[in-house]
């Protein structure tokens, strides 16, 4: 039986380091990412080690419950966890970067946030985001009925909704007043109307289990209403979110680039000797070492507690697609490097060749990202 959603047995010790509680689920991440690569499946296993750990408190404040991780420890957790299973780090991830911006909420004293944290920490409830599929232009409509919403729509790239608790989601709703608007909600799973679909098959990430949820005229009370934002705009508050997500999922693929890099690189120890495996090696390397600047520089930005900044947030999207091209070009090279073992089902490398391509699918997506600097410099020039 799943370990998920279950009472922790025991206060978290917040002496114990985030380095330790990864060694302690490290064999398990390693021993259950390939079966579940292969079959399809959700890391569940996985997804226990990392509760029963503490791990996935680790966003809550101490005083709530939690290890009082901010975007930093989180962005290096996933970086960890993405060396012995990429889908884990992925699928937790979001998880991490909902809590993270919850505590920021917290920190401000808004109506829901200090409820959903202590849940976290105390029933282990797992939060399921919904926002790399919406972003500035959700799917689904929001429809006014009395002390609430209905919506409906069919929202892509929900991981680990299989065992979620609750939605961090987005509706649009045309307001008589306002004219076209974002809706931030939170709809467990449980609500009436609400479906998670069995069709995760996909080239990479394939233990996430980021199935389609379908909402069928589902009721949201007033109170689940977490935002009422401008439709079709990188607003402040999605500015925040972004700054403090996308660092945390960038963790992950750096983590999975690094993890094809060590395995290719001890799969050439023999014949290290041949210039043209010293070169891939090298370029490797600095391709990894500028991501990882580019990952720290970003996450220097956006510090433990950050103001809403676009500049902010573009900063973090140019970090994100260097780590999504560098993760790429490593992935490949490691697979030059390591030659024709690398071509088959179950190489290490092989996994990290597939997973490092969803890295392109979040938002922005490396094109855009251009598109959003260009328009920082060009709106400061003019």
């Known amino acids: 039986m799943t370990t998920l959603q279950q009472p922790q047995t025991r206060p978290l010790d917040p002496s114990v380091s985030l380095d330790e509680r990864v060694a302690q689920v490290a064999p398990v991440l390693a021993r259950h990412a390939g079966p579940h690569d292969v079959e399809g499946t959700f890391v569940s296993e996985s997804l226990d080690a990392l509760h029963d750990a503490g791990l996935l408190a680790a966003a809550v404040p101490v005083e709530l419950g939690g290890l009082g991780a901010g975007p930093r420890q989180l962005a290096e957790l996933q970086r960890r966890l993405a060396h012995h299973c990429g889908s884990t780090a992925l699928a937790s991830s979001m998880h991490q970067h909902v809590v993270c911006f919850t505590a920021w909420r917290h920190r401000r004293g808004m109506p829901g946030a200090e409820a959903t944290l202590r849940r976290v920490a105390e029933e282990g409830i797992l939060l399921v985001s919904t926002g790399g599929g919406d972003w500035t232009h959700p ?178 999207m140019l970090a994100k697609r260097e780590i999504a091209l560098a993760g790429i070009e490593v992935c490949d090279i490691a697979m030059e490097v390591t030659g024709g073992a690398s071509f088959f089902r179950g190489s290490v490398v092989e996994r990290c060749y597939r997973d490092i391509r969803a890295a392109k699918f979040h938002p922005t997506t490396p094109e855009e990202t251009l598109l959003l600097a260009a328009q920082q410099v060009l709106a400061a020039e003019e």
């Open 139 to 316: 799917q689904g409509e929001a429809v006014r009925v009395e002390g609430g919403f209905r919506v409906s729509a069919r929202k892509r790239f929900a991981s680990q909704s299989s065992v979620g608790t609750v939605m961090s989601t987005m509706f649009a709703y045309d307001d008589p007043e306002q004219g076209r608007r974002v809706l931030n909600l939170a709809v467990p799973f449980a609500s009436e109307g609400v479906k998670v679909l069995d069709n995760w098959d996909t080239l990479g990430m394939r233990g996430t289990a980021s199935n389609d949820i379908v909402f069928e005229d589902v009721f949201v009370p007033d109170e689940r209403v977490l935002a009422n934002r401008p439709y079709g705009v990188i607003d402040p508050p999605l500015q925040v979110i972004g700054s403090i997500a996308f660092p945390i999922i960038s963790g992950a693929y750096l983590g999975v680039a690094e993890a094809a890099f060590t395995a290719a690189v001890e799969s050439v120890r023999h014949r290290s000797g041949n210039p043209t495996v010293r070169r891939q090696v090298g370029l490797m390397k600095h391709r990894l070492q500028v991501a990882r600047w580019a990952l720290d520089g970003a996450l220097d930005l956006v510090g433990d507690d950050p103001a809403p900044s676009i500049d902010t947030l573009t900063s973090v």
